[in-house]
């Protein structure tokens, strides 16, 4: 054997493994990669209560609750469903009802979302575009007064 193919052996070795690795990795963290969760994909993906993930859509409108301190209630919608959110701490200055918003946390074994974190939209017109793609996804009309197909009938 010459110099040069076990040159090429080793090469293609090294890439083969390097695939291989990187193949379990995705594989591994493929539940993981997700951005966030809408309120309708907790519903059909069956995520178990305690588990970390991110909640995202809009902002129910007359569903902005204070309490004492910081402590706030709120529902998050994709006009489909709602899941109510507890958070304690202080929100973005930006967050308002009928805006986009990702939360942080988890789902408790009553249904409630309760968040660590809470990331709302830049400037006034702007949502994060993994929330406005599947909120479109899922038929939601954005803008002024829209809502949801279904929640026309």
Do not use: C, W
């Not at 993981?32 to 859509?57: A, C, M, W, Y």
């Not at 809470?118 to 939601?140: F, I, Q």
């Amino acid at each position: 054997m010459t110099r040069k193919q076990r040159r090429g052996i080793i090469i293609g070795s090294g890439v083969a493994i390097l695939s291989a690795a990187a193949i379990l990795v995705m594989f591994a963290l493929k539940d993981s990669v997700v951005f966030f969760h809408t309120p309708s994909d907790l519903s059909e993906n069956h995520v178990k209560p305690g588990q970390r993930i991110r909640l995202g859509g809009l902002v129910g409108n007359g569903s902005v609750k204070r309490g004492e301190g910081t402590h706030v209630t709120f529902t998050v919608t994709d006009t489909l469903k709602d899941i109510p959110v507890t958070y304690s701490g202080v929100l973005p200055d930006l967050f308002r009802e009928g805006q986009g918003v990702v939360a942080e946390g988890a789902l408790d074994d009553n249904g409630l979302f309760k968040a660590d974190s809470v990331l709302a939209k830049h400037d006034e017109n702007y949502m994060p575009k993994e929330v406005a793609d599947s909120l479109k996804a899922k038929g939601v009309k954005l803008g002024e007064g829209a809502t949801h197909p279904s929640a026309q009938n």
